[in-house]
């Protein structure tokens, strides 16, 4: 059976402008139910005005919106029963403790006491937060900190979940575990909209990326397909002798060779089906190959490609 395909946020036209000064331009957004969307851009760009509008924190001067269904102009509360957003900056309480920040949610989103408690204590259980739970906020570090935002998001049980920069200074290994709960809340049915400047870490985690800069989308697709927009990718083929190295030079006449290293670089989209045709016209041409090795474009490559360029230029690039 085909498991239908339902959208948990759709925008169409969003405008936001602050005096002279454009933020958004007319931006059109498809999010399916169930996916995790990155939204990439520069500083200035319009990613967080983006969230803050989708959030109903803030009006957009033009355009419409739903999320689940629910026009965000004209049932903004049916809206907000429906989200949680954890932002660039913790909304934890330093002189509460992890239970006592989750319980004042619980209060805030008007559970009963029972089940205030019983959601209270299956989020400190899920963010391994047990040991700490009796401790003031103020000691976390800064793993556990956004740990307790990211439960204090979901203590209302979101379907819909904006993160903004959600591991914004966070080490290595803080960042993978965010990464993994992220990973395990989608698997529950959660749809996440994405902001941040890690673009390894929208590399990881999203479905489809769009890129926005100076108020406008210019790039939307999967990784896969944005980091193919960007020339540069390369196969790079080691031979054992120079004999070998010569042989496949001639062959392919569009290479770059390194004689110190005996290697050499064709260019190449690093899909299959240019990979396979690149090693059959080397086993026509009866020459070995002691190595290989695929370097794509990374979704960097691509942010510093597309974004910061007047628009003619981006269409060349591209």
Same mark, same amino acid.
């Given at each position: 059976?085909?498991r ?6 759709s ?5 936001k ?10 931006i059109?957004?498809e ?6 969307f990155?939204?990439l ?5 319009g990613?967080t ?6 959030s109903?924190?803030i ?22 029963a ?10 934890v309480?330093?002189?509460?403790t ?8 619980a ?14 204590d299956h ?7 047990? #040991?700490? @739970?009796g401790?003031? &906020? ?8 956004r +740990?307790l $935002?990211l =439960?204090? *998001? /979901? ?5 819909v979940?904006?993160l903004?920069?959600?591991t ?8 993978r575990?965010?990464?993994q709960?992220i ?14 400047q ?9 479905d489809r990326v ?9 790039a939307?697709?999967?990784?896969r ?15 054992? #002798?120079? @004999?070998g190295?010569? &042989?496949?030079?001639?062959?392919l006449?569009?290479?770059? +060779?390194? $004689?110190? =290293?005996? *290697? /050499? ?12 045709s690149?090693?059959?016209?080397l ?7 002691a190595?290989l090795?695929v370097?794509t474009?990374?979704?960097d ?10 628009d003619?230029e ?5």
């Amino acid at each position: 059976m085909t498991r239908s395909v339902r959208s948990a946020i759709s925008a169409t036209g969003l405008r936001k402008s602050y005096g002279d000064k454009v933020v958004l331009d007319g931006i059109d957004l498809e999010i399916v139910e169930g996916t995790i969307f990155a939204l990439l851009g520069p500083n200035g760009a319009g990613k967080t005005t983006t969230v803050r509008i989708l959030s109903t924190l803030i009006n957009a001067d033009g355009g419409d919106a739903r999320i689940a269904g629910h026009d965000l102009s004209r049932q903004a509360d049916a809206v907000r029963a429906l989200i949680g957003v954890t932002g660039q900056f913790s909304a934890v309480d330093n002189l509460l403790t992890g239970r006592e920040n989750l319980r004042l949610m619980a209060d805030l989103c008007h559970l009963d006491r029972a089940a205030g408690h019983r959601r209270v204590d299956h989020l400190l259980v899920q963010f391994d937060l047990v #040991d700490v @739970a009796g401790k003031p &906020a103020s000691t976390y570090s800064g793993g556990l900190r956004r +740990r307790l $935002d990211l =439960a204090m *998001t /979901l203590v209302g049980e979101p379907r819909v979940i904006f993160l903004d920069e959600p591991t914004a200074g966070l080490d290595p290994r803080s960042r993978r575990a965010m990464w993994q709960i992220i990973r395990d809340l989608v698997a529950g049915g959660v749809t996440i909209l994405l902001t941040t400047q890690y673009l390894e870490e929208a590399d990881q985690l999203a479905d489809r990326v769009a890129f926005l800069d100076h108020g406008r989308l210019i790039a939307e697709g999967t990784p896969r397909e944005l980091k193919r927009l960007i020339p540069g990718g390369h196969v790079v083929l080691q031979f054992a #002798d120079q @004999a070998g190295l010569d &042989a496949a030079a001639r062959t392919l006449t569009a290479s770059t +060779r390194d $004689d110190a =290293a005996l *290697t /050499l670089q064709v260019p190449s989209d690093g899909g299959v089906g240019s990979l396979r045709s690149l090693l059959d016209q080397l086993d026509r041409a009866s020459i070995s190959v002691a190595g290989l090795a695929v370097h794509t474009p990374d979704l960097d490559d691509v942010f510093l490609t597309l974004t910061g360029q007047p628009d003619h230029e981006r269409a060349m690039a591209r």
